[in-house]
Structures are given as C-alpha cells and as structure tokens.
C-alpha cells in the first residue's frame, strides 16, 4: 500500500531532550516536507527537501532540524525541544514540489513538550 | 508570501443538510486543492482543480475554482455523520509554494 509512514504517533517529552520524529515513504516520491498544525492557523511548513541532500527552509523552521539521506527517509529532529513545540506534526510527499500532484500525508505525531 | 482565508473557520449542522465553504487568496493561484482531515489522520486529497472557472464533482462533494483565480469552494450535498473532520484548501501560485487554509471544521449532528 503506497503511504507515508511517521513514528511516533504520540510523544511525550520534556525540555531540552532530543527527540527525532521519523517519517517514511514508499512512493519512490522525489518531494518531502514537514507540517506543523495548530488549533486556528491550518498547516505551517517546518523544512522541505526537493530530493536527497537537498532540504530548504519553510515558514517555521526555528528550533528544528531535517536530513534527507535516502530518498524514502526524512526524519525532523528537535535538538533542544520547548514548550511552543507542542503541535501536531505530519509529514508528506509528492513527485514535485507544488499542488499539482497534491500531496500524501502520514498520519501524524502529536508531540508534548512540557 | 501568498495569503488564504478559509470561512467558515466551524460549522455545525444537521445530517442531511448542505455544506458551503471558501477559500480566498490575496494573489492568483494556478492550482487549488481541497483536503478532508478524519480525527485522529492526515490529510486526505478530495478534489484538484487546475483551470479557472473548472467546476468538479467527487460523489456529494462539488469544488470550483473562481474565475479570478482567487478563490474556491467547496459544497457538500446531504451531509451525512462521517462528513465530519476539518477541510483544508490548498493551493498553488507561480512560484510552486503551496499554501494551506487554516482549515473549516465540519460537526454533523445525526
């Protein structure tokens, strides 16, 4: 089944841990990106990546980090998380960049930094 | 960068009764898409529309894309209880960035 796969679903963590959020593809999708979603402002892009070893900055992309090794991988890693870091997190991907193609979202992890 | 406001930002209605939402965009947009989101999932592509003035049909659901290239909408007929979840728009302008609405979350009562 063709999907985007993210783990965890739910994460719990406190200040200042590291924590990495992984997110799979199995679409051979050359395009990833990283969301964010809070209650009132839909989905903030975070990083994106057109393909491997090429990522840029989207909207929101304080506080955190992504790496594209292979083509089907694209983990977000928070290196010191914080509190304004509780969100809604969801990955996607797509052939290209844009809406043409619309894109295919994981499931989400919802993550508390407390 | 490109602006969208999604009105209603909520809506609760009765099962059976019809839906209208809408995006508008501050500049023109070359693609618009809507999205569904179930409680607790990602988001789900519903329709895609590419031209001005293209009117598409996906079951109950009707979405066109204004003929200015500024706005969308998006109708669901004879709303029925798994109608419920947040719609996004989506959409795209000439630089390839595409932008979400903040979402209209959809309560039908059965």
């Known amino acids: 089944e063709a999907q985007v796969t993210q783990n965890p679903r739910y994460l719990i963590t406190v200040t200042g841990k590291k924590l990495t959020v992984t997110c799979s593809q199995n679409?051979?999708?050359?395009?990833m990106s990283w969301y964010r979603q809070d209650p009132g402002l839909g989905l903030r892009q975070i990083y994106y990546?057109?393909?491997?070893?090429?990522?840029d900055k989207g909207d929101v992309p304080e506080g955190y980090k992504v790496s594209r090794k292979e083509k089907r991988n694209f983990p977000l890693i928070l290196e010191s998380p914080s509190p304004n870091q509780t969100s809604l997190y969801f990955c996607a991907s797509s052939f290209f960049r844009g809406a043409v193609f619309g894109y295919t979202f994981g499931s989400g992890t919802r993550l508390t930094v407390v | 960068g490109q602006q969208l406001n999604q009105s209603p930002q909520s809506m609760f209605i009765q099962e059976g009764e019809d839906v209208s939402m809408n995006c508008t965009s501050s500049?023109?947009?070359?693609?618009w898409l809507w999205y569904k989101q179930d409680p607790g999932e990602g988001p789900v592509l519903l329709i895609a529309l590419y031209k001005a003035g293209e009117l598409t049909s996906n079951g109950r659901l009707t979405a066109q894309f204004g003929i200015t290239r500024k706005d969308s909408f998006l109708n669901i007929s004879a709303s029925i209880p798994s109608d419920v979840g947040i719609y996004f728009c989506a959409g795209d302008g000439n630089n390839n960035d595409m932008r979400f609405g903040a979402g209209t979350r959809l309560t039908v009562k059965p």
């Open positions: 679409m051979n999708h050359e395009y």
């Open positions: 500049s023109i947009f070359n693609t």
């Open positions: 990546s057109m393909n491997v070893e090429v990522t």
